[in-house]
């Protein structure tokens, strides 16, 4: 399997855009961006966002993205689910780490302590 992150992350250097107005332009932090490009299963929405934000087409690179557009062009918009089976952990990790950042946002904005993904919570003891 290729690793998207790794093609992301050259693709953005070579754009010329500070990671900073990227990372805007697609409303995440650079945190963000930097994980993606650590991670090997980016989705390919968020190949697709960030390609359009640094005008790249990843069609070249990313053989699901040629291969959706070849079908998309000969009439095969409908022969996607295994495509999306393929990227549905890193979708939901992806959902995960946007979720957890904005309501980071709003801990920070109510005075709280943000959490970090790999915090561990303990469950409360019931009394024992």
């Known amino acids: 399997m290729q690793h998207r992150g790794e093609i992301l992350q050259e693709a953005v250097r070579k754009s010329g855009i500070p990671l900073s107005r990227v990372a805007r332009q697609v409303g995440k932090s650079r945190t963000w ?28 690179e990313i053989d699901e993205l ?25 979708y939901w990790k992806n959902k995960y780490m946007q979720l957890l950042e904005e309501f980071n946002a709003y801990m920070r904005e109510h005075g709280k302590p943000p959490i970090s993904p790999d915090k561990k919570k303990s469950k409360p003891d019931k009394g024992r």
């Open 33 to 60: 961006l930097y994980n993606q490009f650590e991670s090997q299963d980016v989705g390919l929405d968020v190949l697709l966002e960030i390609g359009k934000a640094i005008h790249h087409d990843f069609t070249v």
């Open 66 to 90: 040629s291969k959706l557009s070849q079908n998309r062009s000969a009439g095969f918009a409908d022969e996607q689910p295994e495509l999306y089976q393929e990227q549905n952990a890193g």
